[in-house]
């Protein structure tokens, strides 16, 4: 009777939670998570998020129920009854004046693993520093919460903050303090195990497998799922990896020590990613082994130019050259006539692509072709990784043994006296067609080198063999069989342009809001130097933030909106560009995305939900703004 009891209330304030329109104080922070529901943006991980409106007419304060009213807007309308078109609404209620404004706008704020409650402005809310203040004062009048911070999430509110009389809170102490981390938002079914990275590459690990891991993973194995206890950048090669294999991946800094989780070691489980938790479940064996049976697809085989002899210069690059130099060099050609045309970033000098020809005829008249035939048929009858191994490994030896057909180099250095390239420092990158392509970004995957100009050791010549023989990699053979890619269709190019040896910082953009589905705003990851942003060292931390100029918008229009996630720990927590460094970087972003949108990938997805992987740098005494590469990104 009593179990049947405590049901019944269970019941009962769920469906309180759900019927309640608003209160109009929080007296225990069970009124709070009454009413409470997951923020609109999935920034951090293990947040509640309450919204609050001050009528600034009757001069009263709802607590709205956010399960119900998923937006200010909705409770203004449906609850309040107060007619009005969104536009209005926020042109009105989002500005600083009050010669139109009805509604003091904002969100109280959860956070778990710190233990704290914040009051939170959106982005695009220019609120006086007055109206900030007595908001909350109002809320600590009327709520238990005592220990309430601002979250100074925006630019603006950081450059008011010697302004404000009251606590506060940066992204910085918040992305610290993090436990969880969504990073692929999927589920799958395997056998769960715990995994030394040290000891990774001996492991039989099995596709069937979901891991927990103790370290960073540099290189994600093929398996059905990752749990890291390390934060991710949302660009990050494991980040993208997990998202391309529409696999569930998630960052839980307890999981290696997790009792719970150390219960369901080496047992057939569940496991679902969610914005907000994740949840792994064991399952029985039939199950599991219905679930992980793999389907027979259908072979994909890739287009391939091989007559193509000449050397291409980057400004005759465009996207129908992927059969011809690959992914990455035909994007190219597309980021150089947008710059051309808006002088708002540069692309690298001295650029041209090495068509396949070349690496096909290396191969072919040193008889390494044989090689990668024998290899290809042998791993496609026996699927053994361990000969596979050995085969591979022989074939990237022979490319970098065999010599290089010495009117290459000398067109290449033809090519860059007749350019003027005064550049010493080339950098040869990898361009395949199984690489920077719709449904396989081949990131991570092959290898880059540089060249130096009349330089005995570090030859042109062994970049371009070092470029052409990472095709033949194990990750990226492996990768290229789970997604069925007919492997005797694939070939290496070569994108060449000048290298960076000093930039100032390096960076990595997607163009779509990855934290709030179908909303604007442009993810940008950026680091000081050389350090990468997709790899970083052990407790390296890269700034992240979301930028919204450029959107056609009215919402953040002429407001220079810079939403700070996370700071480089490599600089002092603060932004390492000036503010309109980065608002140039977001407009230009925006330029690219229409452009690929409507021309190269025509209309794939809506707007909002395309996106572009895009690869820059920030480089001289001016810190120019250099676009070296855009991918489609599959998500």
Same mark, same amino acid.
């Given at each position: 009777?009593?179990?049947?009891?405590?049901?019944?209330?269970? *019941?009962?304030?769920? *469906?309180?939670?759900?019927?309640?329109?608003?209160?109009?104080?929080?007296?225990?922070?069970?009124?709070?998570?009454?009413?409470?529901?997951?923020?609109?943006?999935?920034?951090?991980?293990?947040?509640?998020?309450?919204?609050?409106?001050?009528? *600034?007419?009757?001069?009263?304060?709802?607590?709205?129920?956010?399960?119900?009213?998923?937006?200010?807007?909705?409770?203004?309308?449906?609850?309040?009854?107060?007619?009005?078109?969104?536009?209005?609404?926020?042109?009105?209620?989002?500005?600083?004046?009050?010669?139109?404004?009805?509604?003091?706008?904002?969100?109280?704020?959860? +956070?778990?693993?710190?233990?704290?409650?914040?009051?939170?402005?959106?982005?695009?809310?220019?609120?006086?520093?007055?109206?900030?203040?007595?908001?909350?004062?109002?809320?600590?009048?009327?709520?238990?919460?005592?220990?309430?911070?601002?979250?100074?999430?925006?630019?603006?509110?950081?450059?008011?903050?010697?302004?404000?009389?009251?606590?506060?809170?940066?992204?910085?102490? $918040?992305?610290?303090?993090?436990? +969880?981390?969504?990073?692929?938002?999927?589920?799958?079914?395997?056998?769960?195990?715990?995994?030394?990275?040290?000891?990774?590459?001996?492991?039989?690990?099995?596709?069937?497998?979901?891991?927990?891991?103790?370290?960073?993973?540099?290189?994600?194995?093929?398996?059905?799922?990752?749990?890291?206890?390390?934060?991710?950048?949302?660009?990050?090669?494991?980040?993208? *990896?997990? $998202?391309?294999?529409?696999?569930?991946?998630?960052?839980?800094?307890?999981?290696?020590?997790?009792?719970?989780?150390?219960?369901?070691?080496?047992?057939?489980?569940?496991?679902?990613?969610?914005?907000?938790?994740? +949840?792994?479940?064991?399952?029985?064996?039939?199950?599991?082994?219905?679930?992980?049976?793999?389907?027979?697809?259908?072979?994909?085989?890739?287009?391939?130019?091989?007559?193509?002899?000449?050397?291409?210069?980057?400004?005759? #690059?465009?996207?129908?050259?992927?059969?011809?130099?690959?992914?990455?060099?035909?994007?190219?050609?597309?980021?150089?006539?947008?710059?051309?045309?808006?002088?708002?970033?540069?692309?690298?000098? /001295?650029?041209?692509?090495?068509?396949?020809?070349?690496?096909?005829?290396?191969?072919?008249?040193?008889?390494?072709?044989?090689?990668?035939?024998?290899? $290809?048929?042998?791993?496609?009858?026996?699927?053994?990784?361990?000969? #596979?191994?050995?085969?591979?490994?022989?074939?990237?030896?022979?490319?970098?043994?065999?010599?290089?057909?010495?009117?290459?180099?000398?067109?290449?250095?033809? &090519?860059?006296?007749?350019?003027? /390239?005064?550049?010493?420092?080339?950098?040869?990158?990898?361009?395949?067609?199984?690489?920077?392509?719709?449904?396989?970004?081949?990131?991570?995957?092959?290898?880059?080198?540089?060249?130096?100009?009349?330089?005995?050791?570090?030859?042109?010549?062994?970049?371009?063999?070092?470029?052409?023989?990472?095709?033949?990699?194990?990750?990226?053979?492996?990768?290229?069989?789970?997604?069925?890619?007919?492997?005797?269709?694939?070939?290496?190019?070569?994108?060449?342009?000048?290298?960076?040896?000093?930039?100032?910082?390096?960076?990595?953009?997607?163009?779509?809001?990855? &934290?709030?589905?179908?909303?604007?705003?442009?993810?940008?990851?950026?680091?000081?130097?050389?350090?990468?942003?997709?790899?970083?060292?052990?407790?390296?931390?890269?700034?992240?933030?979301?930028? &919204?100029?450029?959107?056609?918008?009215?919402?953040?229009?002429?407001?220079?909106?810079?939403?700070? $996630?996370? +700071?480089?720990?490599?600089?002092?927590?603060?932004?390492?560009?000036?503010?309109?460094?980065?608002?140039?970087?977001?407009?230009?972003?925006?330029?690219?995305?229409?452009?690929?949108?409507?021309?190269?990938?025509?209309?794939?997805?809506?707007?909002?939900?395309?996106?572009?992987?895009?690869?820059?740098?920030?480089?001289?005494?001016?810190?120019? #703004?250099?676009?070296?590469?855009?991918?489609?990104?599959?998500?």
């Amino acid at each position: 009777m009593r179990a049947k009891l405590v049901i019944v209330f269970f *019941l009962l304030f769920q *469906l309180v939670g759900y019927t309640q329109n608003y209160k109009a104080e929080l007296t225990t922070p069970s009124d709070f998570m009454l009413l409470a529901h997951k923020p609109l943006s999935n920034k951090y991980g293990f947040v509640k998020s309450l919204k609050i409106i001050y009528d *600034l007419k009757s001069k009263k304060l709802y607590y709205s129920n956010s399960k119900r009213f998923k937006y200010h807007f909705e409770f203004v309308t449906e609850y309040l009854e107060r007619q009005q078109s969104l536009d209005n609404f926020n042109e009105y209620n989002y500005a600083a004046s009050h010669s139109k404004k009805e509604y003091l706008l904002a969100n109280i704020n959860f +956070y778990e693993s710190l233990n704290t409650y914040t009051l939170e402005l959106s982005p695009a809310d220019n609120m006086s520093i007055k109206d900030i203040q007595f908001l909350y004062e109002l809320v600590k009048r009327t709520s238990f919460i005592q220990n309430l911070k601002l979250f100074l999430n925006t630019e603006r509110l950081i450059d008011t903050k010697a302004t404000l009389s009251l606590p506060t809170i940066k992204a910085d102490a $918040i992305y610290k303090n993090q436990q +969880y981390q969504a990073i692929s938002t999927e589920k799958s079914f395997g056998k769960l195990r715990f995994v030394n990275i040290d000891s990774l590459k001996w492991l039989n690990i099995k596709r069937t497998d979901i891991i927990i891991v103790d370290k960073p993973v540099l290189n994600l194995p093929i398996v059905n799922g990752v749990i890291t206890t390390r934060m991710q950048t949302p660009l990050s090669h494991i980040s993208v *990896l997990g $998202i391309n294999r529409k696999i569930p991946v998630a960052t839980y800094k307890n999981a290696y020590t997790s009792k719970s989780l150390r219960a369901l070691k080496n047992q057939f489980v569940s496991f679902e990613v969610k914005l907000d938790t994740f +949840y792994i479940k064991p399952v029985s064996l039939e199950k599991f082994q219905r679930k992980t049976k793999r389907r027979k697809n259908k072979i994909k085989t890739l287009k391939l130019d091989l007559q193509t002899n000449t050397l291409i210069p980057g400004v005759n #690059l465009h996207h129908k050259l992927i059969k011809t130099v690959g992914g990455k060099a035909a994007n190219f050609g597309e980021l150089y006539k947008i710059a051309s045309k808006t002088n708002g970033f540069k692309v690298p000098e /001295c650029s041209f692509a090495i068509p396949f020809y070349f690496y096909h005829q290396h191969v072919k008249s040193h008889k390494i072709d044989r090689l990668i035939n024998n290899a $290809i048929e042998e791993y496609t009858l026996h699927k053994n990784d361990s000969v #596979l191994k050995v085969n591979l490994k022989q074939i990237r030896s022979d490319i970098k043994k065999a010599p290089i057909n010495t009117s290459l180099i000398t067109e290449i250095h033809t &090519y860059l006296s007749q350019t003027d /390239c005064s550049y010493d420092r080339i950098r040869f990158r990898s361009s395949t067609n199984a690489e920077d392509i719709v449904g396989f970004s081949g990131a991570g995957l092959y290898t880059s080198k540089t060249g130096i100009k009349n330089h005995q050791k570090k030859t042109f010549e062994k970049a371009i063999k070092t470029v052409w023989a990472s095709l033949w990699k194990k990750r990226a053979f492996l990768e290229r069989d789970l997604y069925n890619i007919n492997q005797q269709s694939v070939a290496m190019g070569v994108l060449v342009h000048r290298s960076f040896p000093n930039e100032y910082a390096n960076g990595v953009a997607i163009t779509k809001n990855l &934290y709030r589905k179908n909303f604007y705003g442009n993810v940008i990851n950026l680091q000081l130097g050389e350090e990468p942003v997709v790899n970083p060292k052990p407790n390296v931390t890269s700034e992240q933030i979301i930028c &919204y100029e450029g959107a056609k918008v009215d919402l953040y229009k002429n407001k220079k909106v810079i939403e700070i $996630i996370s +700071y480089s720990s490599l600089h002092n927590n603060q932004l390492i560009l000036e503010q309109e460094k980065i608002l140039n970087l977001s407009k230009q972003l925006y330029i690219l995305k229409k452009h690929f949108y409507r021309k190269v990938y025509k209309r794939r997805k809506t707007f909002l939900n395309f996106g572009l992987d895009v690869e820059f740098k920030i480089d001289g005494p001016n810190k120019d #703004l250099y676009i070296k590469q855009a991918r489609y990104f599959n998500d």
